[in-house]
Nanobody, 121 residues
Framework: QVQLVESGGGLVQAGGSLRLSCAASGSIFSINAMGWYRQAPGKQRELVAAITSGGSTNYADSVKGRFTISRDNAKNTVCLQMNSLKPEDTAVYYC???????????????WGQGTQVTVSS
């Protein structure tokens, strides 16, 4: 089992910044991709940003230039720095990690409990 614990959500005015953090713990041999997803009311969950163990990143077009994803492989953590926030960024943000318990096993995907981000206009 793997646990992902998120922190850093909250209420911010448009134009402000927030930093989300996620720490993975449990039966972890290695972590492949880590990422952040979000789900707004009435909408499907969508990818916000992802980062591989080698540091390659991928962003949703809507957040490019405003959000930055980073990770610390030694600490099994991933962060999302969110700048120039807009009301449309309001959503529950979920941390995701693809982990392997042993070298030979296939990776499994795990989710955090979600953290609310609310951007007021």
């Amino acid at each position: 089992q793997v646990q992902l614990v998120e922190s850093g959500g909250g209420l911010v005015q448009a134009g402000g910044s927030l930093r989300l953090s996620c720490a993975a713990s449990g039966s972890i041999f290695s972590i492949n991709a880590m990422g952040w997803y979000r789900q707004a009311p009435g909408k499907q969950r969508e990818l916000v940003a992802a980062i591989t163990s080698g540091g390659s990143t991928n962003y949703a077009d809507s957040v490019k230039g405003r959000f930055t994803i980073s990770r610390d492989n030694a600490k099994n953590t991933v962060c999302l720095q969110m700048n120039s926030l807009k009301p449309e960024d309001t959503a529950v943000y979920y941390c995701n990690a693809d982990t392997k318990e042993t070298e030979l096993e296939r990776a499994a995907s795990w989710w955090g409990q979600g953290t609310q981000v609310t951007v007021s206009s």
